[in-house]
Structure formats: C-alpha cells, structure tokens
C-alpha cells in the first residue's frame, strides 16, 4: 500500500534544518520521514568553523564563522525550547559549545540518520496538479558531491528553505576600490586577528559583526576605524577603536571618509552584511528575490503563490532558535490542515499592504523582514494561530534586558551570567574573579 503521508523535503542541516527535521519526526502519523540535503559533511551551518574561509573543492559555500566568536545572546534564552544547553555553561558562550549543542539535540530525536551530506540544491521546481484544489508539488534536484554527474529528482509535498542568508555577502559599490593596494575582504572571509598586527584597519559596518570584530581587532591593530550611519555608540570603546562617518572613496592606500578627512590604512573589511541568494529557485517560483527582501512571503515565511514552500529564518535580529522553531511548527500546522490559510489572494494582498505600509513608514526596504523587539509579538502569532504553546514570557525579558545592557558596555556585557529563576523572573549579575 503506497504511503500516503506528507513528504517534505528539508534544505539545510543548520540549527533551523534540524528544527525542522525533529518537528516532522515527531508526527509520523501524518508525515514520511524527512529528507535532508546538506552541501556540506556534518551538520552545524553557519556555526561549523573552517579555517579556509573559501569555497569548499566541490564548490560550496562554507560558513562565516570566527575563530574566537563568542555568542552575543546567552545560552539560557538561545535554546531550542525543547531542549537546554548544559547548566555548566557560561551563558555567553564559544561558537564549539553551540555545534556541540546542535550535535547533541540530532542525536537526541534521532535526525541525522536523515541527512544527506555532501548534497548539493541545484533545483526546486513547482510541478502543477492537474486540478486548482490540489497543491503544487515539489520536483527537487540535487547534485552528490565528488560526482558532477549524478544529479538526483525526487518529489516532495512541500519544501522547507532552511539555508539561512549568511553565505552570499553583500559589498556595497565604493568609489575606487578597484585601486586599493592592502588587504580588502568581507567579514564573511574573517578568520582571526593576527594578520592584522599593528595595521591601521577600516571596517564599514557597525551591526554585531561589525562591533565585534573592531573589537578583536583593537587588541593587536594600531587603529580600527569604525565607519558607520548609525547614532554613534555612546559606551566606552578601546582607545584605538574610533567612530568615523561612512566612506567616500577609497585609494591606493588611503580611505575618505564623508566627512572629507582622510586616513592612510592598511586593510579595509567589509562588515556589510548578506543577500538573500537562493540559486536553486527558478522564475518559475515566481519569488522576488535580492539583497534585502523575499517576497511575497506570508507571515515573513509562506510563499504566497506556493503555500507548499516555506523560508525558515528569513528575518533578521532575532533570537534565533525559538523563533525557528515557532516558523516550523507553524509550516506544519499548515502542511497538515491544522491551520488554514487565507486565500493566494488575500495572502498576497495582505503582503503587498504590510510592504508599502513600511515604506510610508520611512522605513528603509532593506530592514522589512527585520524584526529585534517586533518578534515577540511575531512569535504569538504564529503560535497562537497555529495551536502551540507560546514561549515562556522570561525570554522576551531577557533578550531585552541584554539590549540594554550590550547598549551601555559594549566591551563587557558578555561577562554577565543569567539564571531564569521561573515563567517570568531571572537574575543577571556580572562574573567575578
């Protein structure tokens, strides 16, 4: 008797892959087992360090990883909410701690014997029914690593874009850039500190890779330049990390700045962020995709056209893992009837309005899936709208009280340790010794 439950396909075996995985693990009743495809040899996505910060000789990408990050949230609210961090952990911790902690929420439900290592999207096509009623299916094809020549088409339901947006950097036109003579890379390619011993070094960007980096850099850089529109950052800084307004133009070794002062630098380093860059998906998919915006999705995760196609981790700032697992939960709650959606129409509709209502707002095109302190309420929705329990309200007090703290020591919120004494309570004080 030929199995009639949901066949979904998973691209990815990051943190919001496996989240995906374990979530249709767990209704085998009304799914088949999940097939994952992941380009690389183990499991982790962006939080697998490589010292190589190049394509892998198969040609994929590999991760931005740091060789010294240290998470900028702690462990206590990061968690899968199923699942904790060891209680002996600091609370900021090493990016080795959170791979260990993916490996062992894999071995724990049982995902990896479902993974495809070494497998490569190259295609995701819609295939149309017959009729309106049914839903649009899946063709998806992938290449085997090591063997150009084997390409594999399976069928799938539905298909979960678990991919993540931290593979494709994006490195802003700059006025004689062609022309510089030091080192020029995007943080993307970042590695370590040491090369950059006693270099005079500019970083466009000042988002959390941006500050960081300019932070690791202070320790062994004659000057790091922090170049950025941002309201400058009010806490104190390393006396060799200096603020300074956006880039004008570079030369063969100077930058200038809008301001029009001029500096003689060393390295310049892209801290610019990411594109979205899907390869696999066609104009067929009928998506709008570049640097800044995916659209038309539907609650920032359903294709509206393709209610059978969904992008897990689309937005940005964000507390990670709970936030995938509410996309998650709340896609299959749709794949399996238990949530109904609007009509394409509506849904469509709804997207375009959401869209120009944040362009009235001034709002710059490229922060529309940005959610920071808009996700709380995101995360009620979908579960409230889909049946499942909301997370607890200690998380959202938390992430905002670490806010305010990374707002007023830049250099030291990240010797705080947290403990959640209950549903809303917990208590945050700085390590000593």
Known sequence: MADERLRVAVIGAGAAGLCAAHHILAKQDLFAPPVVFESSEQIGGTWVYREAPDMTEDGFP?????????????????????????????????????????????ERFGILEYVNFRSLVESVKPVQSSTEEERVSWDVTIRRA????????ERFHAVMVCCGHYFDPYIPPIPGVEEFEGCLLHSHAYRSPEPFSGQRVVLLGAGQ??????????????????????????CQLPENLLQVPVVRRLSRHSVTFEDGSER??????????????????????????????????????????????????????????????????????????SCLLPPTSRMEAEVEAEYQRFLAARERPKNFHLMDSLQWKYNRDLAETA???????????????IKVARKRDITGYKQMNVQVLGPEEFRMEKETG
């Open 387 to 401: 049946g499942f329990p909301q997370l607890l309200p200690v998380v959202e007090k938390i992430y905002e009280a």
């Open 209 to 234: 890779s941006g500050i960081d980096i300019g932070l690791e850099l202070s320790a062994v850089a004659e000057q790091v330049f922090l170049s950025h529109r941002k309201p400058p950052l009010s």
């Open 264 to 337: 003689q630098i060393d390295a310049f380093l892209f801290c610019t962020g990411y594109n979205y860059h899907f390869p696999f998906l066609g104009d067929d998919v009928r998506l709008r995709k570049d640097k800044d915006l995916v659209y038309p999705l539907y609650k920032h995760l359903v294709h509206a056209k393709f209610p059978t196609l969904f992008f897990i981790g689309i937005c940005k700032v964000i507390l990670p893992f709970p936030l995938f697992d509410r996309q998650v939960r709340f896609s299959l709650a749709v794949l399996t009837g």
């Open 62 to 106: 590999v991760s931005s990883m740091y060789r010294d990050l240290r998470t900028n949230l702690p462990k206590e609210i990061m968690a899968f909410p199923d699942h904790d961090f060891a209680p002996s952990l600091q609370s900021f911790i090493p990016h080795q701690d959170v791979l260990r902690y993916l490996q062992s929420y894999a």
């Open 146 to 153: 090591g063997i150009s020549a084997e390409r594999v088409t």
